[in-house]
């Protein structure tokens, strides 16, 4: 028997409200549905479970003003952050240039309070734009302990989207 009553609304953490293809980059707007998903260290477990299902993310680096790895950035940031490397390790595992960087930034007053622009650069805009909503279900299923998607899976499936 599910743990899911009917009629009760399934709350994600995080919702992929808008994305936009750029000449260099796709920003997505994503929302933190609650404050209890806001940072990554409200959420145990949540680095070890993301090094675990993508170890490539120990590789990457951040320029987000900080003197320590990315290991430690990930167990006290934004989760849309998170999110952010998500999807460009997601995109690595599918073909795209290691070196692709991004950025997230928010504007609580002008975007609405738990709205993050989230930016990934990209060799190919479906990709990035795939990544982007795979990264999505797999941050949430971090964030509520639930089993997360194949990131192989993902990976092969964004290759297949790859303009030839």
Same mark, same amino acid.
């Given at each position: +028997?599910?743990?899911? &009553? ?20 796709? /920003?997505?707007?994503? @929302?933190?549905? /609650?404050?209890?998903? +806001?940072?990554?260290? =409200?959420?145990?477990?949540?680095? /070890? ?7 490539? %993310?120990? &590789? #990457? ?6 003197? #320590? ?8 940031? /934004?989760?849309?952050?998170?999110? =952010? #490397?998500?999807?460009? =390790? %997601? ?11 991004? =950025? ?12 993050? &622009?989230?930016?990934?650069?990209? *060799?190919? *805009? ?5 990544? %982007?909503? @795979?990264?999505? @279900? ?25 303009? @030839?």
């Amino acid at each position: +028997m599910s743990g899911h &009553r009917s009629g009760s609304p399934i709350v994600l953490p995080l919702v992929l409200e808008r994305v936009e293809v750029g000449e260099s980059a796709v /920003e997505a707007a994503v @929302r933190v549905t /609650e404050p209890r998903w +806001m940072r990554t260290s =409200e959420v145990p477990g949540f680095v /070890e479970s993301a090094l675990r299902i993508l170890p490539g %993310l120990a &590789r #990457h680096r951040c320029d987000c003003g900080t003197a #320590h790895g990315l290991e430690r950035e990930l167990a006290d940031t /934004e989760t849309p952050h998170a999110l =952010e #490397h998500v999807a460009l =390790e %997601l995109m690595a595992l599918a073909g795209s240039p290691r070196e692709l960087g991004g =950025e997230t930034v928010w504007d609580f007053a002008a975007d609405g309070r738990g709205v993050f &622009r989230v930016r990934v650069g990209y *060799d190919d *805009d479906l990709v990035a734009v795939g990544a %982007l909503d @795979r990264g999505v @279900r797999l941050v949430n299923a971090l964030l509520v302990g639930a089993p997360a998607p194949d990131p192989e899976c993902d990976a092969a499936e964004l290759r297949a989207l790859r303009k @030839r």
